[in-house]
């Protein structure tokens, strides 16, 4: 934020400068940046496309074929779509007249595929807002470097000297400015996505109960 309110207020010449004299280090951070996007966007579709089906009343569904003794029809209602909700329900379908066990092992088997899919590259916004703020004191370190360098030379005027470091200074924070900026996003992103892979992880654990219930109730002696 602080680096667009700068550009915003005169500074985007500074800004141009920083980047003309040490673009080594933004261009990096912009790759990150645009790597950080890639992951969000691609997850955010994914918890949004794939986990859109409500799994109680989904489940409500497959309970009624099920009482009814209709598994044939309650497996090709979970074989309609892909949904991990319905992979997971149809995996328990298949063993139901099977016993326990072997409902619990293959609900379980299939219950460990899904989950990581769920959080799959989120931990990695984690780390790339660590890598973003180093490249960004990184930059900074060495376009400060490059500034004491710069006014330690012979012949310049103090005035001269204290307008050069000024600027260098100003145009290295820039790094550090934008490492941060792109954290921030990085932390932010994490902490929604995060959030959202836990609640469907619990709630393929719910199905995944509700299913063994379901299915275990029935071969019960008296349920039929």
Known sequence: MQLFVLAASGGSSQLVEAFKH???FMVLNLITSAIVLTIVVERFAFQMTRYRV????????VKKLVTAGNIDRAIKLCEASDFPILQL?????????????????ALSEKLSELKPQAE???????????????????GTV????????AIA?????????QRMLSNGIAEAMYNTA??????????????ILHTRAKAIQHDLEATMERTFNL???????GQF
């Not at 060495?142 to 360098?149: D, N, Q, R, V």
């Not at 030379?153 to 000297?161: A, E, H, R």
Request: hydrophobic letters at 40%; charged letters at 15%; aromatic letters at 4%.
């Open 120 to 138: 799959k590259r989120i931990g990695a916004l984690w780390s790339l807002a660590n890598i973003a703020t180093l490249i960004g004191l990184l």
């Open 215 to 221: 299915l275990t109730i029935q071969q019960r002696p």
């Open 54 to 61: 409500n799994s109680k009343e989904f489940f409500a569904q």
């Open 142 to 149: 060495s376009g400060l470097i490059a500034t004491f360098a």
């Open 178 to 191: 934008l490492g941060l900026g792109i954290a921030v996003c990085c932390m932010i992103t994490h902490i």
């Open 22 to 24: 040490n673009p080594t």
């Open 153 to 161: 030379s012979p012949g310049l005027s103090q005035s001269d000297k």
């Open 89 to 105: 329900v149809k995996s328990g379908l298949t063993q139901a007249n099977k016993s326990p066990d072997e409902i619990d092992a």
